[in-house]
């Protein structure tokens, strides 16, 4: 982990190097609001619409897929960065709209709904709520409501997957486009098997509530996991083996990044074989600059480099300790 420090803190961008600081050296004189006024947080605050989202860049988009919600879409991801990469929390009054925003998205059953038209989200409802803890709202009852769903909505094995996927038209091309576009919702079949991928993203959102990931429900889930890893996904979505292996951050979909990231905060006590061997495949990539040299998936930020390896030697300074 040390090796890293040098490489983050003399990145030259003043978030990599205030949490490498903070979370890998413990310094806390500074405080994270002075992230807030920074450039790049000021451009995506002038973005914020006056209900507290943020409009989808590409309004074709919309036109083609009038069911889908783009905007939660894309509130979901810019909440996304200015929470991991600014700290930005619920004292600001962009945050508190960006949830109320996100809030009116909840059904009466607990998940956020929209992202895939009228289909179940397990994923990103679990996306939601992980972004949300973080922010502050760990304690909010609409929280509760939607973990209550996610552990409702499990797959018989303990994990989660997409419902429309269950069924028995998951592989064909385009069920994918008619789910989305389908005027009704399609009940999830629980009895088939969870997929690595949403299961590693709905573990996220148990990992970033305090109380959550000591629960036996989200030690179920973190034991699924790590005989998947490398391995492809029982269903289409990023089913491919190597998706593993294309990280980006803020995190998105589950890579093996994201998912070593849930596990040290779950249960860093693990004892896996394919935990050990992804902890090793991890530290054999890193370069004599002290960075990780991984597989980027979204290579617009020059600086994601810094962001995947401040997020990795988090994950090795958590099992280090648990050691």
Sequence with gaps: MAACLPALVGSGDARVAFFAKRDLLGETGKPVEGLWTLKDAERILRKQLPGGGWRYPNPHAKESSPLQDYDQLETYRRLGQLVEQFGFDRSHQAISAAAEFLFRKQTDGGDFRGIY?????????????????????????????????????????????????????????????????????????????????????????????????????????????????????????????????????????TDIVSALDSLSLVNPALKKREVTHALSWLRGRQSKSGLFELRLLKTGDPMLKYWESLAVCRVLGRYQMAA
């Design 117 to 253: 038209g009228r289909q179940y989200t397990p994923n990103y409802t679990a996306g939601i709520v992980e972004l949300l803890a973080k922010a502050g709202y760990a304690g909010d009852p609409r929280i509760e409501r939607a973990f209550r769903w996610l552990l409702a909505e499990r797959q018989a094995d303990g994990g989660w997957a997409i419902p429309f996927r269950t069924s028995k038209q998951r592989f064909q091309s385009k069920a994918t486009h008619n789910a989305i576009r389908s005027p009704t919702t399609l009940e999830p079949d629980l009895a088939k098997p969870s997929s690595a991928m949403v299961t590693g993203v709905v573990l996220r959102a148990f990992a970033a509530h305090k109380d959550r990931r000591k629960s036996p429900e989200a030690r179920k889930a973190a034991e699924l996991l790590p005989p998947r890893f490398f391995r492809r996904d029982a269903y289409v979505d990023r089913g491919s083996p190597d998706y593993w292996e294309r990280v980006t951050f803020p995190f998105w979909f």
